[in-house]
């Protein structure tokens, strides 16, 4: 089976022009099948406002009513994902932007409105590979946005980092996929002001630990909880830091498995 | 070779929302492989005012600076694109959505500044339809948005009309295309005023006697030089007319050939 990179980028690389474009002319010298994974929350969030649009987070996740629904359609799949690829054509990686709705590839449900009403927000149920997979294997670069829909004909704005671990899920039957989280930390820290004190691997059972012991808290547990999912649905490896990791293998950053 | 139809929607359907559903709920029933095309003007401007960017037009045509042509790729290629291919796929219809920029579909250059600065206007020069025939040939509708790339990052504006001609024409080459340009007339008309004053066939020749004799004005006229640009390079035949056209071939419309 053929390696690919699932890459998942965040807001410190999205929200800052020169970062994005820095970064994707050295993501399209990366070898071998890759996807490409985006939110855009600032981006969304200064539009919104712009518009007079009230933006609402309730812990750490936005509202999303049907205003904000389109302003995150218009940003995620319309500016920022078709820079994204813009620029990645400038660099001879073919890229084709995606929704879930495209190919009709992530298909998710509206989160139940109790405990909290999130609005159009989706959780994902089902990956259709096969389009994605087509592409890729005709030297395609697929670039997904945080966008899914529920083939009924409603697009539900949905966590990027879970569209990253469904998508690296999906496409584990026909690829050794590696996924790829960058954000603004080289990793996993034990301490959040230290960028030097890295956990450069975490098993299931040290996650438990850390829990435990609180070393990581709130803001990285849906993150790691999507990676451990990822790597019990047939994901090969799972890593989290800068994007410098992407480039250096041997640049410190978090690895996760299993065992 | 198999038959494909490129279809044009324009403003007329695309800003009414019960009109497009119900366009695409017919849409999606067409037998055989299709295509869709779409720009999204009035939806653009209105946009553009909210957010308080002047809307200038010349000679029919927008003037796009680098702030319009923000809001256009966040209306066409996020809005209006991810809409129709999440109704689409609600007709159990495979939908992606394209720019230009995706699978490097169609390259443009900024047209000259002189006469008129159009800004962020594009003027086709290449269609590579391998992805988009890749697709198709895999059950998928290509779902088109008036977008182009430089191929070195820049998306540019580009006519709606001239994007169905140009996608007709670079499928020619695998496929025996038949264009259609919706719109809200019922045809070419010879009195604008009257809806059953359509010319039912037009060639070369009663064009160029149909513009002499003033018949056909201005607003037509590039719609028809596209038309006529389709069928010298391949394209099968072209149609001009309401939807109506699409679902029931004895439906009186405007046809064009060469001879």
Redesign the interface.
Known sequence: MKTIKIVKIGGNIINNEKALHSFLADFAELKGPKVLVHGGGKLASE?AT??NIPVTMIEGRRVTDAQTL?VI???????I???I???L??HNT??????G????TIVSVKRPAKPIDYGFAGDVITVNP??PT??IN?D?TPVFCA?T?T?????LNTNADTIASEIAIGLSNNFATELYYCFEKPGVLTDVENDDSVIEHINIESYRKLKADGVIFEGMLPKLDNCFHALKNKVKTVHIGSTAMLFNSKNKHTSLQLL
């Open positions: 539009m712009k518009l389109d359609t218009m940003v995620y799949a319309g500016k994902n078709k820079q690829v813009a620029q054509q400038a073919n890229a084709v932007g995606f929704t709705a495209d190919g009709n096969e389009i087509l592409l005709n395609v966008i829909h083939k009924n004909g409603q697009l």
